[in-house]
């Protein structure tokens, strides 16, 4: 049941702090036709394996993945630019075993710090268990508290 598996995962969550990551076009080189890591995406890698030795492994879990980016500079940054290098550089550092046990991803642009940063939580996914009527009558009204009231009293079917 739902009160056994948060009981099970309480505690588990994983907090890190990692640097600010290359873009994704100096994370990536194409070389005769193949796509390597660059010199920089690599660099990054060992970096973010420093910064996660000693922490506890997600091997088979669903997971949830939370992002606060700090950028280094206020230049215009596309926030899903941000998200290739660290994920791939957790897979390498065997935090996880694959990107693909991602079941939930947020991103969230923070103040800029100098040099940057990525302050990262990652926990595992409780199983959704359907909702009663009253807890689907509670988001529905939760939902509407946030909408802006253009799109109130609109419904995805029209």
Known sequence: ??????????????????PWPPSVNRYWRNLHGRTLISREGRAYRHAVAAAVAGAHRFDADRLAVVIHAHPPDRRRRDLDNVLKAPLDAMQAAGLYADDSQIDRLLIERGAVVRDGRLLVRIHPVVQ??????????????????????????????G
């Open 128 to 157: 959704f268990i359907m909702p009663d009527a009253d807890d689907v009558e509670w988001a529905r009204r939760q939902f509407e508290r946030v909408m802006h009231p253009d799109f109130r009293g609109c419904s995805p079917t």
């Open 1 to 18: 049941d739902r009160a056994r598996q948060l009981r099970r995962h309480r505690g588990r969550a994983l907090i890190l702090t990692l």
